[in-house]
């Protein structure tokens, strides 16, 4: 039986994603989890697996297509199968305008192919209509440009969000090259050759977009405690001399499984604000914040509480190899419960971080550092120490609670035999 490949929901507040790339053509087998397509979202690349075994009949939306969340892309079923695409979702039979016929051969590619360059690309006009995808919109507005004048560069000259990027860039070049000379004034003003001009790309859109909103929205408060980390590099060093070197365990690694333990026994951490309700999560689902040379991503490893701490890592080193690499997967991106983020690496002591809605706290871990510490004995000796710092929603949650949480956190990794069991 024929199975539709949707656009899929890579967190809550995504309503649609732009086709990037086929990897499979109409006519090729496909096995469940291969992948089919690279969509592009607000913040990564993400490959959409299929979910079913068979031939690829239909490709239902082109590249650079803009499709909302829970649309169908594709058509997989039995290589001799006749497919009734009306039968198979209504959303179908009621647009089938948008519906290129399943191509048989390579030859018909190829004349497809052909149509469509030669075909004439207006400025996305159509009977007095400007074609636009609603991310383009959405962004034309936010920056206030003129729709009319923007050529488009998407199916029958549709404008896409990467025509509205290009005219973005070209008028500010245009208005700087244009400008007066400044009013000289006793303050120093930089003069356009001692800076450049880049326009908000839309993962910075994004993350502006829900940092501003958690802010404003959620009432932060923040709590931050001391772990002696010496027992817990202890056993890391131990158990990396075991294992190959790709194999190795992080810092990190050790702070989610014991963000896992604490989050079991402390649920009101691990839970979501909906309207008067307050959602305790049954699966501890824990977001890693991944740095990319055009802002952070959060991957997600799935039931931390219940996977063993090598398990754990393994997980976390192939979902950020994939972040960074900017080809992430759909289930990468969802489901997350509660956040993780680490600057230790690059030697800050400790800091605050935004929650990431709607979760209800988020974790910020400093450096493990020797320091000066006064002993049992009350003798001053080094010592291994590391920061945590949780931000959470008063609406949900408060100090003691939160207080308790760490507490528990501190205890998993000052007796480190604790992320084993």
């Given at each position: 039986?024929?199975?539709?490949?949707?656009?899929?929901?890579?967190?809550?507040?995504?309503?649609?994603?732009?086709?990037?790339?086929?990897?499979?053509?109409?006519?090729?087998d496909v096995t469940e989890g291969d992948v089919v397509a690279v969509i592009e979202t607000d913040k990564a690349n993400v490959e959409v697996t299929a979910f079913?075994?068979?031939?690829?009949?239909?490709?239902?939306?082109?590249?650079?297509?803009?499709?909302?969340?829970?649309?169908?892309?594709?058509?997989?079923?039995?290589?001799?199968?006749?497919?009734?695409?009306?039968?198979?979702?209504?959303?179908?039979?009621?647009?089938?305008?948008?519906?290129?016929?399943?191509?048989?051969?390579?030859?018909?590619?190829?004349?497809?192919?052909?149509?469509?360059?030669?075909?004439?690309?207006?400025?996305?006009?159509?009977?007095?209509r400007i074609l636009v995808s609603p991310v383009a919109q959405r962004i034309a507005e936010e920056l206030g440009i003129d729709l009319s004048l923007v050529q488009g560069s998407g199916p029958s000259g549709r404008i896409v969000k990467r025509d509205i990027e290009t005219y973005f860039?070209?008028?500010?070049?245009?208005?700087?090259?244009?400008?007066?000379?400044?009013?000289?004034?006793?303050?120093?003003?930089?003069?356009?050759?001692?800076?450049?001009?880049?326009?908000?790309?839309?993962?910075?859109?994004?993350?502006?977009?829900?940092?501003?909103?958690?802010?404003?929205?959620?009432?932060?408060?923040?709590?931050?405690?001391?772990?002696?980390?010496?027992?817990?590099?202890?056993?890391?060093?131990?158990?990396?001399?075991?294992?190959?070197?790709?194999?190795?365990?992080?810092?990190?690694?050790?702070?989610?499984?014991?963000?896992?333990?604490?989050?079991?026994?402390?649920?009101?951490?691990?839970?979501?604000?909906?309207?008067?309700?307050?959602?305790?999560?049954?699966?501890?689902?824990?977001?890693?914040?991944?740095?990319?040379?055009?802002?952070?991503?959060?991957?997600?490893?799935?039931?931390?509480?219940?996977?063993?701490?090598?398990?754990?890592?393994?997980?976390?080193?192939?979902?950020?190899?994939?972040?960074?690499?900017?080809?992430?997967?759909?289930?990468?991106?969802?489901?997350?419960?509660?956040?993780?983020?680490?600057?230790?690496?690059?030697?800050?002591?400790?800091?605050?971080?935004?929650?990431?809605?709607?979760?209800?706290?988020?974790?910020?871990?400093?450096?493990?550092?020797?320091?000066?510490?006064?002993?049992?004995?009350?003798?001053?000796?080094?010592?291994?120490?590391?920061?945590?710092?949780?931000?959470?929603?008063?609406?949900?949650?408060?100090?003691?609670?939160?207080?308790?949480?760490?507490?528990?956190?501190?205890?998993?990794?000052?007796?480190?035999?604790?992320?084993?069991?």
């Amino acid at each position: 039986m024929a199975d539709l490949i949707t656009m899929p929901k890579m967190g809550f507040d995504m309503a649609e994603g732009t086709l990037v790339e086929w990897t499979k053509q109409v006519g090729d087998d496909v096995t469940e989890g291969d992948v089919v397509a690279v969509i592009e979202t607000d913040k990564a690349n993400v490959e959409v697996t299929a979910f079913t075994t068979g031939t690829l009949r239909h490709i239902l939306a082109d590249v650079g297509t803009v499709v909302p969340v829970g649309q169908a892309i594709a058509v997989v079923g039995a290589t001799d199968e006749e497919i009734d695409l009306a039968e198979l979702s209504p959303e179908l039979a009621a647009a089938p305008q948008m519906l290129p016929a399943a191509v048989a051969a390579p030859e018909t590619i190829r004349e497809i192919a052909v149509e469509k360059i030669a075909a004439p690309h207006a400025a996305g006009a159509d009977e007095g209509r400007i074609l636009v995808s609603p991310v383009a919109q959405r962004i034309a507005e936010e920056l206030g440009i003129d729709l009319s004048l923007v050529q488009g560069s998407g199916p029958s000259g549709r404008i896409v969000k990467r025509d509205i990027e290009t005219y973005f860039r070209q008028r500010e070049e245009t208005t700087a090259e244009a400008a007066p000379p400044p009013i000289p004034t006793p303050s120093y003003e930089p003069t356009g050759d001692e800076y450049h001009i880049e326009p908000v790309s839309p993962m910075r859109r994004t993350i502006s977009r829900r940092m501003t909103e958690s802010k404003q929205q959620a009432p932060h408060f923040y709590i931050t405690v001391e772990v002696d980390m010496e027992a817990a590099m202890a056993l890391r060093s131990q158990m990396n001399d075991l294992v190959p070197e790709d194999a190795r365990l992080s810092v990190n690694d050790l702070i989610v499984k014991a963000t896992a333990i604490g989050l079991r026994q402390f649920p009101r951490l691990n839970a979501s604000l909906a309207g008067d309700k307050i959602h305790i999560l049954n699966r501890v689902n824990i977001g890693v914040a991944v740095a990319r040379d055009n802002g952070l991503i959060t991957t997600v490893i799935k039931d931390c509480d219940t996977k063993p701490l090598a398990h754990i890592a393994r997980e976390a080193r192939e979902l950020i190899g994939r972040a960074r690499r900017g080809r992430m997967q759909a289930e990468d991106m969802v489901g997350g419960t509660f956040t993780v983020t680490n600057l230790g690496m690059f030697g800050v002591e400790d800091f605050v971080a935004i929650i990431n809605p709607p979760q209800a706290a988020i974790l910020a871990v400093g450096a493990v550092k020797q320091v000066p510490v006064v002993d049992q004995d009350g003798q001053l000796a080094a010592g291994t120490r590391m920061k945590l710092t949780i931000s959470a929603d008063h609406r949900v949650t408060d100090g003691v609670e939160a207080a308790s949480f760490l507490q528990s956190v501190q205890a998993a990794l000052e007796q480190p035999m604790k992320l084993l069991l």
